[in-house]
């Protein structure tokens, strides 16, 4: 069984950083590749970033090219996402997913396409 726990969320001010932490445990077929979400109130979730551990390959939401980058530490299964310059609207709950059912990258951004996921982590942005 696969689990998956974030950390790192907190409150910072605009153009301030964070930096997001994913465990992930279980069979490593079932996290060969991992996402970033985030949910704000009112609003859908949506992908932010995400990546193919077999290649370091990595996916990005517009909204965040630039500004955040996702990794890996091999050696601890965690997951990473370095959020540098956050803007108020970058404020949510912030989720790590993994168990990917359909194909990378297409299915990438559906939230309904990745079956293990962690309790979510908020981060506030103050103006």
């Known amino acids: 069984q696969v689990q998956v726990a974030e950390s790192g969320g907190g409150t910072v001010q605009s153009g301030g950083s964070l930096r997001l932490s994913c465990a992930a445990t279980g069979p490593e077929h079932r996290r060969v590749f991992m996402s970033w979400f985030r949910q704000a109130p009112g609003k859908e979730r949506e992908a932010v970033a995400g990546?193919?551990?077999?290649?370091?390959?990595?996916l990005y939401a517009d909204s965040v090219k630039d500004r955040f980058m996702v990794s890996r530490d091999k050696d601890d299964n965690t997951l990473y996402l370095q959020m540098n310059n956050l803007l108020p609207e970058d404020s949510a709950v912030y989720y790590c997913?993994?168990?990917?059912?359909?194909?990378?990258?297409?299915?990438?951004?559906?939230?309904?396409?990745?079956?293990?996921w962690g309790q979510g982590t908020r981060v506030t942005v103050s103006s």
């Open positions: 997913a993994t168990g990917l059912l359909d194909t990378w990258p297409r299915a990438w951004p559906r939230a309904s396409a990745w079956s293990f």
């Open positions: 990546i193919d551990t077999q290649f370091d390959s990595t």
